[in-house]
């Protein structure tokens, strides 16, 4: 069964990697961390002061169940969480677009209160940083995603992983800023990011040019690319088209339209590789509508 984590689509729209190297198995592991402090009904206590209040001002501390570690990222081991841990405390987020009052950064992991989480101890209270923790809570906050965290852990590329909350949030009304243009929220959405802004809609700001785009994400003409493949894997069909301006040697890319549509569950294979669960498609998406 797919591990599922309910998150705020607040920051499945906003969360951006500012630096680090997060892979998408990291990722996932965050999640299936605080899969429960997301959900946690939050009222104020005696002081009048809400689990918001105090993690966004002091952190957060939580206990850590090594269970949920294995079943968000599909490792057979505690030793093999040591290193995404690692990474996790090497990243940094920002939560909204930069330029526009959202310039703070965000480390996602700070440590252990005690021994790291093992075979013989495998719960313990880990320190997270609470701005992150407290925008992905959903009590009193309208229409949370879902996601699949197990399957991005599988992903092949980042890219995949941040515009996999990205559709999540815009299919459920999230906003984008106005110079974008979008369809309506539902099951299938178009949003068509100018070429400026495609740092922010897929969450890295590493690439730069349509050529860069194409060879590590998108694939030959922009279509076809493992972000198409690791969204596919987790029963979301995407298309994305170059949008131009000019023709011949004076054609300039300025913007890209994504597509993205719910798709048929895609029935999938588990294989054992290096200790760890993975999932290899024995389907194809749904055809876009």
């Known amino acids: 069964m797919p591990f599922h984590v309910s998150i705020s689509r607040d920051l499945a729209a906003g969360m951006t990697l500012v630096e680090g190297p997060l892979t998408p198995l990291d990722l996932a592991m965050w999640l299936g961390a605080l899969g429960h402090a997301f959900t946690i009904e939050d009222e104020p206590d005696a002081e009048g002061l809400t689990l918001r209040d105090r993690w966004a001002i002091d952190g957060a501390n939580l206990w850590v169940h090594g269970k949920a570690l294995l079943d968000a990222t599909g490792m057979r081991s505690h030793s093999q969480l040591v290193r995404p841990f690692e990474r996790l405390g090497e990243s940094r987020i920002r939560i909204g677009q930069a330029g526009r009052g959202n310039d703070a950064t965000y480390r996602l992991w700070e440590g252990w209160e005690g021994t790291p989480i093992h075979r013989g101890h495998p719960v313990e209270v880990g320190y997270f940083p609470g701005i992150p923790v407290v925008y992905g809570m959903i009590h009193g906050k309208a229409h949370p995603i879902v996601l699949d965290v197990e399957g991005l852990a599988a992903f092949r590329t980042r890219f995949a992983a941040f515009l996999y909350l990205r559709v999540l949030a815009w299919m459920n009304g999230a906003n984008t800023p106005r110079a974008w243009h979008r369809t309506p929220p539902g099951d299938r959405v178009t949003v068509t990011v100018p070429v400026e802004d495609l740092p922010y809609a897929f969450g890295i700001g590493t690439l730069t040019t349509v050529k860069q785009w194409n060879l590590n994400a998108l694939g030959a003409r922009g279509e076809g690319g493992p972000v198409h493949a690791d969204l596919a894997s987790v029963g979301i069909g995407l298309k994305t088209q170059w949008q131009w301006l000019g023709t011949g040697n004076r054609k300039t890319a300025i913007g890209l339209r994504i597509t ?24 194809s998406s749904s055809p876009a509508p």
């Open 260 to 283: 993205a549509w719910r798709s048929k569950p895609i029935e999938k294979r588990v294989e054992r590789r290096g200790g760890r669960r993975t999932r290899q498609l024995s389907g």
